[in-house]
């Protein structure tokens, strides 16, 4: 048969909402014609579609591997694939791999979604490196708060500051990451005992209803801290 009578035959399948015979159909024309990047993204999303999503991220995985991939909404599908069905690792690997070949645009949203996958994977040192990426080529000071709560989990307190300080400065942060933020820093600074610094923050954080009650708290605790050692 023709590749032309098959496209007719899939033509009628989607006409006809039969999308589990589409499925066989592209199947029949992925094996005849592997080299059509088109099948295979659409028997990805057919699969996708009936609920099948391990197959679907299989024929798409298979695809990439061929080299067939070469658009950013591509590889940004199969990233997604991979994240749907709980494999994190690979989905921040395939949307990095793609940023660093060029193919995929090395975006505030985009470095993101790879720290996301890799926090997810717990791959912390490479989370870090994707959402310091992501800091520099975004305006949002969400994204290095974010970082700034790895570190603070690290205990890295000098890089904890300087990841809090970008996040306020940019002056993205509601109110309530604003608070955070600034709590979050009194901790650093506390931590590298700059208490008079951590006061002021924890100060400012006070301002802010959903820090207040957790800023007095770690003020009257540096207090308390100051009278024991002075007696």
Same mark, same amino acid.
């Given at each position: 048969?023709?590749?032309?009578?098959f496209?007719?035959k899939l033509a009628?399948?989607?006409?006809l909402q039969?999308?589990?015979?589409?499925a066989a159909?592209?199947?029949?024309?992925?094996?005849?014609?592997p *080299? +059509?990047?088109g099948?295979w993204?659409?028997l990805?999303?057919v699969s996708d579609?009936l609920?099948?999503?391990s @197959?679907a991220?299989?024929?798409?995985?298979?695809? %990439?591997?061929?080299?067939l991939l070469? &658009?950013e909404?591509d590889l940004s599908?199969? !990233? #997604?694939l991979y994240?749907?069905?709980e494999?994190?690792?690979?989905?921040?690997?395939?949307?990095?791999?793609?940023?660093r070949?060029?193919i995929?645009k090395g !975006?505030?949203?985009?470095?993101a979604?790879?720290?996301?996958? $890799? /926090?997810?994977? +717990?791959e912390l040192?490479s #989370?870090?490196? =994707?959402?310091?990426?992501?800091?520099?080529? !975004?305006g +949002?000071?969400?994204?290095?708060?974010?970082r700034?709560?790895?570190l603070v *989990?690290?205990e890295?307190?000098?890089?904890a500051?300087e990841?809090?300080d970008?996040?306020?400065?940019?002056? !993205?942060?509601d *109110?309530?990451?604003t608070g955070?933020a600034?709590?979050l820093?009194g901790?650093a @600074?506390?931590?590298?005992? %700059? /208490?008079? *610094?951590a006061? =002021?923050?924890w100060?400012?954080?006070? &301002?802010y209803?959903?820090?207040?009650d957790?800023?007095?708290q $770690?003020l009257?605790h540096?207090?308390?801290? @100051?009278?024991r050692e002075?007696s």
């Amino acid at each position: 048969p023709k590749e032309e009578w098959f496209l007719l035959k899939l033509a009628a399948h989607y006409e006809l909402q039969q999308f589990a015979e589409a499925a066989a159909t592209l199947e029949i024309l992925v094996a005849k014609w592997p *080299d +059509d990047k088109g099948y295979w993204l659409q028997l990805a999303q057919v699969s996708d579609r009936l609920g099948r999503y391990s @197959r679907a991220l299989a024929v798409l995985a298979l695809a %990439n591997r061929r080299g067939l991939l070469d &658009r950013e909404e591509d590889l940004s599908y199969l !990233s #997604a694939l991979y994240s749907r069905t709980e494999l994190p690792y690979k989905s921040a690997e395939v949307l990095e791999n793609g940023i660093r070949a060029g193919i995929v645009k090395g !975006s505030g949203p985009n470095w993101a979604r790879v720290a996301d996958a $890799w /926090y997810e994977a +717990d791959e912390l040192e490479s #989370a870090l490196a =994707a959402y310091r990426e992501a800091g520099r080529a !975004s305006g +949002d000071g969400g994204i290095d708060l974010r970082r700034a709560h790895i570190l603070v *989990d690290l205990e890295r307190w000098s890089a904890a500051v300087e990841a809090l300080d970008s996040a306020l400065s940019k002056g !993205s942060l509601d *109110d309530r990451r604003t608070g955070q933020a600034l709590l979050l820093r009194g901790m650093a @600074r506390y931590s590298l005992e %700059n /208490y008079e *610094d951590a006061i =002021a923050d924890w100060e400012r954080a006070g &301002r802010y209803e959903t820090a207040r009650d957790a800023a007095s708290q $770690w003020l009257n605790h540096l207090r308390e801290e @100051r009278r024991r050692e002075a007696s």
